[in-house]
């Protein structure tokens, strides 16, 4: 499975960005898709995830109510949408992708990355 990350960019504070991760390769479409963050001196940490169909997702605290995953498995595509941008939220987005399994929201976990797509968000 080969993940390709696009969509990054610089944006102000409050504003917004789409982020677009395109799957190919045999049984892309039957993983559960992630996207996970690091920014300089830190740790990969989970952002948000969602199964095959696109039936369950899940968020990290830091980003509920700002950022909406979604996927379109016609196009093999997983999506990003992130709304009132801040600061913090500075840093290389990857997709991942794995089997659905409780880990989701461990990067260790997942097999499969992407190259990574940078955000910068300006105060």
């Known amino acids: 499975v080969q993940l390709q990350a696009s969509g990054g960019g610089l944006v102000q504070a409050g504003g917004s960005l789409r982020l677009s991760c395109a799957a190919s390769?045999?049984?892309?479409?039957?993983?559960?898709m992630a996207w996970f963050r690091q920014a300089p001196g830190k740790e990969r940490e989970f952002v948000a995830v969602t199964n095959w169909s696109g039936s369950i997702t899940d968020y990290a605290d830091s980003v509920k109510d700002r950022f909406s995953i979604s996927r379109d498995n016609a196009k093999n595509t997983v999506y990003l949408q992130m709304n009132n941008l801040k600061p913090a939220d500075t840093a290389v987005y990857f997709c991942?992708?794995?089997?659905?399994?409780?880990?989701?929201?461990?990067?260790?976990?997942?097999?499969?990355w992407g190259q990574g797509t940078q955000v910068t968000v300006s105060s």
């Open positions: 991942g992708a794995k089997n659905w399994d409780r880990n989701y929201g461990r990067a260790f976990a997942y097999r499969y």
């Open positions: 390769g045999r049984n892309a479409r039957t993983l559960a």
